[in-house]
Structure formats: C-alpha cells, structure tokens
C-alpha cells in the first residue's frame, strides 16, 4: 500500500471543491486534513498538499502564505489571473511546488499539444485561428483559463507570444480580420460543464479541434492526481504536462 499523505481543500464549499472531497474519497492513500473557503484560516502544517479551485486572489494570497512558510505544496485550478497575479504565483514558486493549471483533464492536455502541431504547419497567413470556449452561466471569468492555455498552444505553435497575437472581442465594426491574429469567443449558457474548440479556417477548408467535459468530477480526478505528484517535487511552478510526463526535461 502506497504511503498515506494529507491534503487540504481550498474553496471546499464551491462546485470544484466538492467534486475535489468527493474524488479524494475514492482514494485509500489520502487524508483530507483540512477544508476552508473565503474567511476561514486553515491550519496548514496539517496538510502536504493543499488542492486549491477557488478565486484568483485566492488562490494568489494562499501561494503567498504557503511560500512564506516553506509549505504545503500546491495545486492551483482558479483561473481568471491577470498577469501580476501570474507573477505572484512564479515569485512563489521559488519556495515551493505549485502544479497550476486552467484544466485538469487528459482530453484537453493531449488537445494543447494538437493544436501546437496544428498551428505550427499552417500557414498564419492563410488560415485563421478563432477558439470558442462555453461554460455554465455561473462562471465568472472570460475567455475560460483553458482557451487560454489553448491560445498560448496556437501562438506558440507560430512562434509567437498570444500577447501580441490575440484579437480584441468582435463588437461593431471591427474592420477586415487581421492574417496571424487568435480570436476568442465566448458562450455562457445554463449547465454546461466546458466545451472548448480551436477552429483553423482557410478559405477553402475548415479544421475543428474540440473537447466537451461531460462530467465536473473530470477536473477533480486530475487535480488529485496532481497532488499525489506534486507532494515530493523541488519548489517550481508545475502543469499538468509535467504531471502526465508529456514535458520531457
Ligand atoms: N483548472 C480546472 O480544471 C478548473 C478550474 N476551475 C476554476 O476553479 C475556480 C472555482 O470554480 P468553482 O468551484 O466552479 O467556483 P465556486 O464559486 O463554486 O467555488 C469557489 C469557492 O471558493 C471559495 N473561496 C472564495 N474565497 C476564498 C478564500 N479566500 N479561501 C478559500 N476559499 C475561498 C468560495 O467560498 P464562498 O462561497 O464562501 O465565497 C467557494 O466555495 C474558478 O476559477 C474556475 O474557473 C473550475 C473547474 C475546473
Ligand atoms: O469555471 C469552470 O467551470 C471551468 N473553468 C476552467 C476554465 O476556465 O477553463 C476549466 C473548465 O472548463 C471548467
């Protein structure tokens, strides 16, 4: 049997934390030693692991507190950071082992990978990269952090930074699509858990490259796996290639 370790769950009343509590218990290796949301002061020396899907200023405050105190290690799941939460999050990381990522599933991780190949064999000034991401309506942040990830894929796949490359939303009269820009498009309607596409559009032909999650706990049963990873790493900012090994040193 492997060796018991002991995880805390940040944000444990929401939807990603209860689906968090619930793939842990499936688990004969881990205790879950403390659970906390906005307000509550968690006592993390009883933790090896913190799993973390909560706010951006969340999940910054508590890679601060974890950096200070040389520990637990984390995995991150909330997105919506702007660039200097971003950079808090790698300041802290200096200090310890922090696995972060927009998205947790398999599907999505193979997919950053397709859509780098994709984009790095067609040509920027022929074919259009447009992504489209939907989510429930009580999602707060736009575009997801997955569109997101999917975006640097495509920009890097052209060697370039999405920064300089990614379009403004259409609205009004936008003006002829710009060749080697990535749009995002975003729908927000009832349930749906996170459908995202990457859309390559030449004049003569299209090319789809979608993912659908059908069921939230998808995201849950990634983040543990992480955690299980993630406990006896050197400090350093993680994602989930690294975890799936599909990021060789
Ligand atoms: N990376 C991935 O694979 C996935 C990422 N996500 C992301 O995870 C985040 C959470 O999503 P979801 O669970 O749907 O959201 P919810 O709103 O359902 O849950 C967020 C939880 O965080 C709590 N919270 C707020 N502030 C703090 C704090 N300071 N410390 C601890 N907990 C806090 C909230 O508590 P209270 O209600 O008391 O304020 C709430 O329980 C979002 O950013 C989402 O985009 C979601 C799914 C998958
Ligand atoms: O808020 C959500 O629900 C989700 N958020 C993540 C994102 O922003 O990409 C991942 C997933 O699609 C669900």
């Avoid at 090896?48 to 910054?60: C, G, H, L, Q």
């Avoid at 009580?138 to 999405?162: C, F, H, I, N, Q």
Wanted: glycine share 10%.
């Amino acid at each position: 049997m492997s060796e018991l370790f002991h995880v805390g769950i940040s944000g444990a009343r929401g939807r990603m934390g209860r689906a968090v509590d619930q793939a842990l218990d499936a688990r004969d290796d881990v205790v879950v030693a403390v659970r906390f949301d906005w307000g509550e002061t968690p006592d993390l020396s009883l933790c090896d692991v913190v799993i973390d899907f909560s706010t951006a200023e969340a999940s910054v405050a508590l890679a601060k507190t974890c950096a200070e105190r040389g520990g637990p290690a984390l995995v991150i799941g909330s997105t919506g950071l702007s660039p200097e939460q971003d950079a808090a999050l790698m300041a802290a990381a200096e200090k310890i082992a922090i696995v972060r990522s927009g998205n947790f599933s398999l599907g999505v991780n193979i997919l950053i990978g397709l859509v780098e190949h994709a984009a790095q064999r067609l040509e920027a000034r022929e074919w259009d990269i447009e992504i489209i991401e939907a989510h429930h309506r009580l999602k707060v942040d736009a575009p997801s952090g997955t569109a997101l990830m999917l975006g640097e894929a495509a920009a890097a796949g052209r060697g370039a930074d999405l920064a300089d490359v990614r379009t403004s939303p259409y609205d009004g009269i936008t003006g002829q699509r710009e060749a080697g820009k990535i749009g995002f498009a975003t729908i927000r309607a009832g349930g749906i858990i996170g459908d995202h596409t990457v859309m390559f559009g030449s004049k003569d032909e299209i090319l789809t490259l979608s993912h659908s999650a059908i069921d939230r706990s998808l995201f849950a049963k990634g983040a543990v796996a992480a955690a299980a990873w993630v406990r006896t790493r050197r400090p350093g900012l993680y994602d989930m290639q690294d975890v799936l090994g599909f990021r060789q040193a």
